[in-house]
């Protein structure tokens, strides 16, 4: 089983990722914990190498960030989505796949949907976006995932350390609105609902 949240930065990802994760070790269930968005393996040597280099600035924004990977990749974007899926697979095989074979469940704080928002964000195209489905279809089929969101003003208030500018902001919610309708994803609002509500609705989702 995997049980993987996805949304915006700031809509409850972490807590609750956390919260089921407990919930299930403390039955005695073999779980374990992931996060998987983008930039995993070769692609993050890269970008660490470029960082350090300062052609991408060093930052906690995550909006600054995927632009400025979008600036720099912006005539070698086919590669970096090439480096971007052959990471991905490779890694959702070690930590996801395998540890499935050895009776793990998974919890994921950041799932493939995060991925997909990511990439539409940096650099995927429309026949691009179909490629990378099929691709990763293997990994979403059985797996339950809830997308918590809350509205782009409380998202930036949530992370001001991150500077977040609330256009982002909208453009994530939108994004991961889209995509639960289009993958039948359970929407779960976090704006005006406190974490025991939103726990008690995510227990009744995923483990009833």
């Known amino acids: 089983m995997i049980i993987a949240f996805c949304g915006p930065d700031g809509s409850g990802k972490t807590t609750h990722a956390r919260l089921i994760y407990y919930t299930l070790a403390s039955k005695g269930v073999r779980v374990k914990y992931i996060k998987f968005k983008a930039h995993h393996l070769t692609v993050y040597v890269i970008l660490r190498i470029l960082q350090a280099f300062k052609v991408i600035p ?91 969101y809350a509205e782009p003003k409380l998202l930036v208030k949530r992370k001001t350390y991150e500077k977040i500018p609330l256009s982002y902001a909208k453009y994530l919610v939108s994004r991961y609105k889209a995509i639960a309708k289009e993958f039948s994803i359970a929407l779960i609002d976090t704006t005006s609902r406190n974490i025991y509500e939103v726990h008690k609705a995510i227990v009744n989702l995923v483990l009833s």
């Not at 960030?65 to 959702?92: C, G, M, P, T, V």
């Not at 940096?122 to 995932?145: C, G, H, W, Y």
């Open 58 to 148: 060093q930052t906690s924004c995550p909006a600054e960030l995927d632009y400025n990977i979008a600036l720099k990749f912006s005539k070698a974007r086919k590669l970096l989505l090439l480096l971007e899926h052959i990471s991905a697979i490779i890694w959702l095989l070690l930590n996801v796949k395998l540890p499935q074979k050895y009776g793990y469940v998974i919890v994921a704080e950041r799932y493939i949907p995060d991925f997909i928002v990511t990439l539409e964000f940096i650099t995927m195209k429309n026949d691009q976006r179909s490629v990378i489905l099929k691709l990763l279809r293997p990994f979403i089929e059985d797996a339950k995932i809830i997308c918590l």
